[in-house]
């Protein structure tokens, strides 16, 4: 694959960006070493964006809300890049961005960039890439980045790890056992919002906010020291995303002049170099020709069913030794 | 920690079995080491189970499902241990196991063993030591081990990765998008059962039975060749348990006849194997004084904002690659 133009990204051309992330996504070698390279580049302009994660179950009206959200925010001069974690689609279908029609409005807006998330693979090889997503959309100019993500669980705490505002999407009305949503990820939340307050919905909407409300004070506090807000919204209906705007902007404001915003970002850099380490370190042992043909070796065997995972580890263990000790011996 | 006694545990010895769960889930390095030795000595008397996943959103009646099942497949003889999979209650509160007075008729059962899987770290951490909670039930001669889990999505992905069996319970009335039940995990069913299945409940749970089969007929075939069945029941009722546990065994006879059922457990040991190599590798290495020192000062550089998350990979990568060289060189 050639290499997209650099100059290309940063001007904002969309097909380069689209390229770049084609490219980030590969799980080739080559395209691989191409991809580092590539963002080794293009983190300088990196960064200058506000990172906001969405999350909700399937049902609670994401789509819909991110599309009004983004409306607003374009219309507010802002650029918008809409990427999905969907690590669980691994058997292929049921994809989040699996319908073609969601988001047709902010899909054809000059200053939105929609894009799916790579959806096979681990989830943490899902949300290397991610981040990585997030790096070039930033790159290419787009100051507010929407990670979407779906599930109620490991999914939402990786992506809370990536991003700077954590909104949670509920509804009014099924118990929040049904819509599986557990405490963990709500303590997350720096804005619950409840959607879908419109029509008969709207007195059990201002319900379930009052009772959320309720709820986010028997947390403990935030370490950024904001305390988290509940709105309601009717995505649909367009109403309560002005308000919603209004508190991502400051949030920022808030975590921005105490410095954790910053701080957090850092926090995340580390986490992020702890799971780069661990994914390079598995591969780079691998081109070690003792260590391979030892591993290919274990997996045969376990195939065969003659070792058990734990002495096939051992077995890896004991070659990585040598090679360490060779190397402190010198 | 004094090492579980071996003899015990293979006498079943519930106690015995309770500290050995207990260092295997210690994160102390010497602890470590004395689980892996423990699990060394037991690995030999563990295999002889059918292992069998438990799934379903919040609400849907696990716990009452799982003690109905307990409770009859103890009547029948079958010695049970309950382990359970909650990755997301990493912030504490809301976890699987959290209420005390859940599964009481099954606990006090003497052919019964109920404990929760450590329910902090990452899924990948919990995963493995879940997967050696399971081998030390099996070790002390439970053949019935049951692998619980909340949530709907990655964890799910986990468990059906070292079970034989994977069980989805569902509810009638409440649609897929509101139960957060994605394709792609009802595709990992063995058997989906629609639980609550009593008085007005009773027409609804028959309908949506129906619903799940013909869903299920679109899905391909899976590779064990066998077709997943659905079937209704109450578990607070004590009905339809003993349909479910027949259509279990059949599973056993068909997947052990065919041969897959010990080929799965191969190819579930490899992907053990694959994560456990991947967890020590990490750790070996930073065992490296030059290694541990470029580590913590890339840690240092990202915290005050000196380096990208990218490039202190690269560092990381230059220097163990000077490691592997001077080993090559020889």
């Known amino acids: 694959m050639n290499l997209p133009s650099i100059e290309k990204i940063l001007t904002g051309d969309r097909l380069a960006l689209s390229k770049a ?21 293009l ?8 990172r906001i994660g969405i999350s909700g179950v399937p049902g609670v009206g994401k789509s819909t809300f991110i599309e009004a959200l983004g409306m607003y925010l374009v219309q507010q001069g802002h650029k918008i890049a809409v990427l999905a974690v969907d690590p669980s689609s691994n058997k292929g279908k049921g994809s989040i961005l699996g319908d073609k029609t969601r988001m047709e409005a902010l899909s054809a807006e000059r200053s939105a960039f929609i894009r799916p998330s ?7 090889g899902v949300a290397a890439r991610t981040r990585e997503c997030i790096l070039l959309c930033e790159a290419a100019g787009y100051d507010i980045i929407i990670v979407e993500t779906v599930g109620v669980g490991q999914s939402e705490i990786a992506v ?25 990820i709500m303590e997350m939340a720096d804005l619950i919002v409840v959607n ?6 709207e007195i059990s909407a201002n319900a379930a906010r009052q009772a959320y409300a309720r709820a986010l004070h028997l947390f403990s506090a935030k370490e950024s020291g ?7 919204c009717s995505a649909l209906h367009n109403t309560g995303i002005e308000e919603i705007a209004s508190v991502i902007n400051n949030y920022r404001l808030h975590s921005e002049s105490s410095g954790f915003f910053a701080d957090n970002r850092r926090k ?3 986490e992020w170099f702890e799971s780069l380490y661990q994914e390079m370190i598995g591969k ?47």
């Open 43 to 50: 983190i300088g302009h990196s960064g200058k964006s506000i």
């Open 226 to 232: 904001w305390t988290p807000k509940v709105l309601t």
């Open 268 to 270: 995340q850099d580390v």
């Open 118 to 124: 790579p959806s096979s693979g681990s989830l943490g």
């Open 196 to 201: 879908k307050a419109d029509g008969e919905n």
């Open 160 to 184: 809370s790890g990536m991003v700077d505002f954590f909104l949670l999407l509920m509804l009014a009305g099924a118990g929040d056992e049904l819509q599986g949503i557990k405490r963990g």
């Open 284 to 330: 780079m042992l691998l081109e070690n020709i003792t260590v391979q043909n030892t591993y290919k070796n274990c997996i045969n065997d376990l195939k065969e069913g003659q070792l058990t995972p734990g002495s096939a580890a051992a077995k890896m263990r004991f070659e990585i030794e040598k090679i360490l000790n060779k190397t402190i011996q010198r």
């Open 21 to 41: 992330i084609t490219l980030v996504e590969s799980t080739r070698t080559d395209d691989r070493k191409q991809a580092e390279m590539l963002l080794d580049k």
